[in-house]
């Protein structure tokens, strides 16, 4: 029993569920509107699209790699599905459509992370300009209109399952099968070892490469039908759709126990991440301090996070005489 | 071995340089002549100048991605000081005072909080913006003095270079010879070969690297001064992604991403290459939009080249060596 | 566990040339199931590139190997592990937030149906360290685990993949004489379960404690093969070297002069306490003691590395502050440090930049530094040190460790130090650059600098230090004058066997 409660503590995802708890109280006490069932809608509906993102984006960074371009994809998938609808085709052709986007961009980053051993923050920083410049050249200045988006698609954007709005949904349960598969799935687990030691991965016999590559490709697929999930949220898109996506993402990730350093860190936390992100944003909101200071608050907060991981880090090591030479 | 890759990279990213300008003339008709270099200098000028600090912070072995916020928060506080009742000189050292404290903020979080710079960079760069934006509101600062006004659009009395001309190639130069022939420079490759090899060497490892951020913060801060008087306004948008032209310069002039490797004069021939192609692809009325996808392209080449080039080279020979 | 059994392994004649360098040139290596066996060499012999060689690392260019009576097929690790053979190297890899189950099953978790069962991982993995007679706990994350218990686990996972023969590369250079029994143990474990072991070491005391054959290798062929009772350490060691070895600690009289160094209660949390000892000019002061007993520590404390929290460290009566390198070397201390590798020099930098790097002040005029300079000191102090290469240009990682060594020394030699501290200074090293070391410590003592060594060769601190200074677990215990050291009573106060 003893141990089952030690356990219990060391679990990563410890703080900032409590640190989520507590944001949830000082927000509610601030308005009482909070606590309601629309305060819960506002929350887990303006958190979808960044926790999608951050499911996806978990398993590079345990990897020890970074994949920067998943605004720009999400973006442009999100205008294309929109163009695509409106120019007469199915709800199923503009999905693929966003898929392949997707694939192709996601393709891209692991061919050169994977197979050319390339830096991927490098890399995507150079795909995330890419993307955009095409994107930006495609769309031009039009914008995406409420009667061009999908019929599905707006559904899932207005409305609830019992009371749980579908776009949080779709997060959640993305959240779970990862979740799962990241725990259960053997060649999942190989994504833990290269990011924990990368020489002894390779040298043990793991396919560092595909796995590296797949982990790219499937973030970069996640990015782009997700596309569908920023469309429905804010039934719109234009050529800034997405633009800064990146660093939100890599800070929910970050604050959820999901290590910089790679290894360390579940899709649950950094859902939770995000969960406490959004949470903030609105305590923010709520406490009248003008959106100006929400980009401003956002990069304090993910210092804030690494400084605590590397505190807490640095805490671990043993210090003891007879210790390491 | 490394050293001749570098001594190539070098000559290639000459060649490239000379190449794009002969490509050019031929495009255009009003590309080779001296107005549009002037008109060149002047649009790099910026990315120039912060990349010659951010070579060596790459050299060193770590990065800032915050550099363009930098500029912008610069502009911002010469703005924001200006229009609350500031002479403009006072502005000027104001904001470059600002530059130097977002680096030392940024090299403080990295050698002694012992944050790694990728992440910290990126949580400074939406702060750092942030606060432009709590300084200026949304709207930009547009009545700066007329004496210093013209100092962002007229050249050296005489000659066809633009006053940035002037801050640009001091700057160049310094750097180039601090780099390559003195102390500081050996000491930045040291610490980017092997930081622990530096400390046991007796090189104050963490003290430089607080010295190298706050350097590329005071750079980006002489960039941001250069910008606000090129537009002749301070806004609090302004040279977004310019981090992107910084870094993808400096990798495209053979400084390893890896850190350890690199020539300042590489850099330099590859902010006048990225100069020359945005000159060539405006000429032949290329949207905006070109660009980033050029830069993100540039980018992308100098990682991939490099990498193709190793992995020829360890097809033809054995990666062992003899042991003396 | 005679020639009458049929061999696990038999390598005959094998050959590999890498470049234009013969590494092997007629290895043999007969392994039967059931022993311990000793692969003994030189730096340089071609002892590694035959274990890269069966660890599935590259293939051999001629010559055969024979596993379990099948042809071995090499050149690929997996395949090697999947054969039956482990390597366990001298600093284990393991990865530091999976949990040592993990870390034994990687890659081969265990499995119900398609999805992984922790519990069963689990509890095989504290199986198998029950049977080596180790207490370690299979949920716990590998970070933060000493080398020692990290080679356990890498011998748990050799077991756990049924392999045959399990070699182990300097296993017990960092490990403590407690951890060096304890690993002793799991390799007899080992050989009564028939498995092959090889044992690649320096120490020849353990080599015959420990090993029931031997073989040595020489300029990349197996020179000798016998069992260990036929052998002693003199004819294992003229097979190595292929001449007789002079004296290998020539200590020279030194005149002894003032107190250079003066440590005063010197301490740092967790790593050492009340520590006090002095150094004087053209003296040689012995740190010996068990791995772990923070020698290595103090040293890097005294040098600016680390900082202290007690105590003072003063340098002909200027103190110094603490956690300051840059200013250390100043005043005049060096510190050649133990891992040459990692802290002693810049592998992809040339010679003469590495050699150059602590004289950079000295070298500017006006600021700049001009590389010919650079080069000239290095050439300089090359010849002083009789270090071999092609040319200044040439990066470092092309020179053997005996001459990487030359460069780290040359270094510090170059600042004219009023302190040099050397730890674990002819560590991997071959024998005749030991001994040419070795005199160059003398000299330097007889030039009057003072010399704080740090060994975990006894031989060697007792050969070359004028006193010893014995450390235990972050304390000193004991100080014995040159004359009057044994190793019986050094290694009695280091273990705390007896009290002095």
Known sequence: MKSLVTRFFRVRELPVFIALVIVVFITGSANPQFFTLSGFQDVTLGVAVVAVLAVAQTLVIVMKHIDLSVGSTIGFSAYLIGDASSKGHGFWYCMGLALALGLAVGAANGFMVAYLKLPSLVVTLGTLYIVRGVFNEVAGGNTITEDMVPGPINFMGLNTFFGI???????????????????????????????????AAELGGIPVARRVFLAFLATGAVSGLAGAVLLARFNTAAANSGNGLELSVVAACVVGGVAIAGGIGTVYGAVIGAILLQAITMALGALGIPQFWQLAVNGTLLIAAISLDRYLSTRVKPTSIMGAK | MKKKYTFGWDQGVTAFLAITVVVGSFV????????????????????????????????????DLSVASILSLTSATIGFLFRNGTSFEMAIVGGLLVGLLCGLLNGYLVTVVGLPSLAVTIGTLALFRGLCYALLGNEPVNELPENWIVLGYENIPGTFLPWSTIPLAILAAIAWIVLHYTRIGRWTFAIGINPEAAKFSGIPVARMKLGLFAMTGLMSGVAGVVYTLRFASASPDGAVGFELSVIAAVLFGGVAIAGGIGTLWGVLAAVLSLGAIRSVLQLIDFSANALLVVSGALLLISVVVPRAIEIYQSRRKSAFVTKI | MVATQTP????????????????????????????????????????????????????????????????????????????????????????????????????RQLRSGFTVNWKAMEEETNKLFQQLGVKLDGTRTARGLSIADQQIVEIAKALSTKATVIVMDEPTAALSSKEVDRLFQVARNLEAQNCAVVFVSHRLDEVFALCSRITVMRDGATVGTAPTKEMTEQSVIKLMVGREVSELYPKLEAKIGDVVLKVEGLGLAGQFEDISFEVRAGEIVGLAGLVGSGRSEIVRAVFGVDKFDKGTVTLNGKKLKPGNPSAQMVSGVALVPEDRRQQGLFMSSSIDKNSAVTMLKKLSKFFIIRQKNESKLATEWGQKLSLKYATGHDPVDRLSGGNQQKVVIAKWLATNPKLLIVDEPTRGIDVGTKAEVHRLLSTKAQDGVAILIVSSELPEVMGMADRILVMREGRMVGQFDRHAATPEKIISVATGAAPV
């Open chain 2, 28 to 63: 255009s008709e009003y590309f080779a002549n001296f107005d549009n270099l002037s008109f060149v200098i002047q649009d790099i000028a910026e990315i120039a100048i912060i990349a010659l600090a951010m070579t060596y912070l790459i050299i060193a072995g770590e990065i």
């Open chain 3, 8 to 107: 696990i392994l038999e390598m005959r004649g094998a050959k590999k040339a890498f470049g234009g360098v013969q590494a092997l040139t007629g290895a043999d290596l007969t392994l039967y199931p059931g022993e311990i066996h000793a692969l003994l060499g030189e730096n340089g012999a071609g002892k590694s590139t035959l274990l890269k060689a069966l660890a599935g690392v590259h293939k051999i260019d001629a010559g055969s190997i024979t596993l379990n009576g099948k042809t071995f097929e090499q050149g690929s690790t997996r395949r090697a592990g999947e054969q039956g053979i482990a390597v366990i190297y001298q600093e284990p890899s393991l990865f530091p937030d999976l949990t040592l189950a993990e870390n034994v099953f990687v890659g």
């Open chain 1, 165 to 199: 709005p579908y776009l949080f949904l779709v997060a959640f349960v993305l959240m779970l099968v990862v979740g799962f598969v990241m725990k259960r799935i053997r060649s999942a687990r190989d994504l833990y070892a290269i990011g924990s030691n990368l020489l």
